[in-house]
C-alpha cells in the first residue's frame, strides 16, 4: 500500500511569503503528526491532527498552523517566512493517536527560505 | 530545554561488532521510548521501542535497555552490520501525548567492513 506522501518535495520561497505544504496519510491512518528537523534543533514537533482537530500543539509560533480535512489529508501553513524556517519539514500518520511506533513517517518536504 | 539528549553526535564500529547508542532524558513524565533510524533523503523509520514498566526490550539484532533511576536508554545492535550506517534517533513520549515525540539530536552510526 502507498506510504505517507508529502508535497512538494523541495520548495525555495522568499522571505515573507507563506507557504502551504501538503501530506497524504496512509489509507485508512486518521492521525497526522507534523515535524520540523533543523541541523542545530532536531526534530521538533510541530502538531498533531486527529479526525480534524488539534490534539496537540508544540512550542512554535502562530505562524505556524495546520489543519486536517475530512480524508484525512493533512496541510500545513507557514506564514511571514522567516529565514530560519528553512528545515525539513516531515508528516507521519497513524492509524489513531497511539504512542509512536504507530507511525510512519514521509519523506518530508524540503523547504528554503532565501 | 532539550528533554532528550543524545550526546555523542557519531559513532564508529566495526562490521561484526556491537553497536551501543545512548539517550539520556531529563522529564520523569516520559512513559514510552523510542528509537528511529534515518537514511538521508528519507523519513524516520520506526525500530523499536519500550515502555517505562519494563527495563529490556529485543527484537532481533536490537535490544533497547532502560534505566529509568538514572534517566538512560541504550539501544545496543549485535552485530552491526554496514546497511545499519544511518542516523539513529531516541525520542519520548508521556502520557495521552498520542503522536508527540521528543526527539534527540541524533547519532550518526557508521559501520565499516
Not at chain 1, 54 to 66: E, I, L, V
Not at chain 1, 78 to 86: A, Q
Not at chain 2, 5 to 10: F, H
Not at chain 2, 52 to 69: A, H, P, Q, W, Y
Request: aromatic residues 12%.
Amino acid at each position: 500500500k502507498a506510504g505517507v506522501t508529502q508535497t512538494p518535495r523541495y520548495l525555495i520561497k522568499t522571505r515573507g511569503q507563506q507557504v502551504t505544504l501538503s501530506c497524504s496519510p496512509i489509507s485508512g491512518h486518521r492521525s497526522v503528526s507534523w515535524y520540523q528537523q533543523t541541523p542545530g534543533q532536531g526534530l521538533q514537533f510541530l502538531f498533531e491532527y486527529f479526525s480534524e482537530t488539534q490534539r496537540n500543539k508544540g512550542n512554535f509560533p502562530g505562524r505556524f498552523s495546520g489543519r486536517q480535512f475530512s480524508n484525512s489529508r493533512s496541510e500545513m501553513n507557514v506564514s511571514t517566512l522567516e529565514l530560519g524556517d528553512s528545515a525539513l519539514y516531515l508528516c507521519a500518520s497513524s492509524l489513531g493517536p497511539g504512542q509512536g511506533q504507530g507511525y510512519t513517517f514521509g519523506s518530508g518536504t524540503r523547504l528554503t527560505v532565501v | 530545554d532539550q528533554q532528550v539528549k543524545q550526546n555523542s553526535p557519531s559513532l564508529s564500529v566495526q562490521e561484526g561488532r556491537i553497536s551501543i547508542l545512548n539517550c539520556d532524558y531529563t522529564n520523569s513524565m516520559f512513559d514510552y521510548f523510542l528509537w528511529y533510524k534515518k537514511y538521508p533523503a528519507e523519513g524516520p523509520t520506526f525500530l523499536i521501542s519500550i515502555s517505562s514498566i519494563k527495563d529490556k526490550n529485543e527484537d532481533g539484532r536490537f535490544t533497547v535497555f532502560l534505566n529509568k533511576s538514572a534517566k538512560h536508554l541504550s539501544l545496543h545492535i549485535v552485530p552491526s552490520q554496514p546497511g545499519d550506517s544511518a542516523v539513529y534517533f531516541c525520542a519520548a513520549s508521556g502520557p495521552n501525548q498520542g503522536g508527540k515525540l521528543i526527539f534527540g539530536q541524533g547519532t550518526e552510526l557508521s559501520v565499516k567492513p
